[in-house]
T-cell receptor
Framework: GAVVSQHPSRVICKSGTSVKIECRSL??????MFWYRQFPKQSLMLMAT?????????EQGVEKDKFLINHASLTLSTLTVTSAHPEDSSFYIC????????????FGPGTRLTVT | GQNIDQPTEMTATEGAIVQINCTYQ??????LFWYQQHAGEAPTFLSY????GLEEKGRFSSFLSRSKGYSYLLLKELQMKDSASYLC??????????FGTGTRLLVSP
């Protein structure tokens, strides 16, 4: 089956620093990757949609200059949280879709970000 | 709008049957997903309904009524490992998933 990995699984950073999260599709090429955020006891909220080789599309209310997304290849997307603050502490999950028009999304294991 | 509503928590006993309901506004969704999510882990796919009716897959079944904006996930022969959150998600015309609030299911002995 399709496998998506994320790195790191957990990260603690100080307020004001930046942190990068990687999302990789291990055994398939992902035309589209999605980034979600999940606060404790809440559901997943889509942050942005990333298509390989083009700029990410951000959901309303998500600051594109704060959450930088790069999808430079068909197997890798990165999310950089710039100038992180404690309120950015959350569970960040990526998912990948194999081809245009496919409804299936395969989720990564998530990254727990804690900003102190 | 695309609000998706689910009960916040449910409890059930091992071996029993539980039905988790999901209601949504009928506009904008091409289909409905159910995912299982254990604490601190990513969601795993359970089912996808695009047509009305019941889809059965082992101990889990999912039902969809598009005209009523209603779906449910039926879990039979509950096991302790079924304790998790169950997320209902609508699939939009823009090929995005819109997740409901999730239902935390606690299975007790």
């Amino acid at each position: 089956g399709a496998v998506v990995s994320q790195h790191p699984s957990r990260v603690i950073c100080k307020s004001g620093t930046s942190v990068k999260i990687e999302c990789r599709s291990l055994d398939f090429q992902a035309t589209t990757m999605f980034w979600y955020r999940q606060f404790p006891k809440q559901s997943l909220m889509l942050m942005a949609t990333s298509n390989e080789g083009s700029k990410a599309t951000y959901e309303q209310g998500v600051e594109k200059d704060k959450f930088l997304i790069n999808h430079a290849s068909l197997t890798l997307s990165t999310l950089t949280v710039t100038s992180a603050h404690p309120e950015d502490s959350s569970f960040y999950i990526c998912s990948a879709r194999t081809r245009q028009g496919s409804y299936e999304q395969y989720f990564g294991p998530g990254t727990r970000l804690t900003v102190t | 709008g695309q609000n998706i509503d689910q009960p916040t928590e449910m409890t059930a006993t091992e071996g029993a049957i539980v039905q988790i309901n999901c209601t949504y506004q009928t506009s904008g969704f091409n289909g409905l997903f159910w995912y299982q999510q254990h604490a601190g882990e990513a969601p795993t796919f359970l089912s996808y309904n695009v047509l009305d009716g019941l889809e059965e897959k082992g101990r889990f079944s999912s039902f969809l009524s598009r005209s009523k904006g209603y779906s449910y996930l039926l879990l039979k022969e509950l096991q302790m490992k079924d304790s998790a959150s169950y997320l209902c998600a609508g699939y939009t015309g823009f090929q995005k998933l819109v997740f409901g609030t999730g239902t935390r299911l606690l299975v007790s002995p």
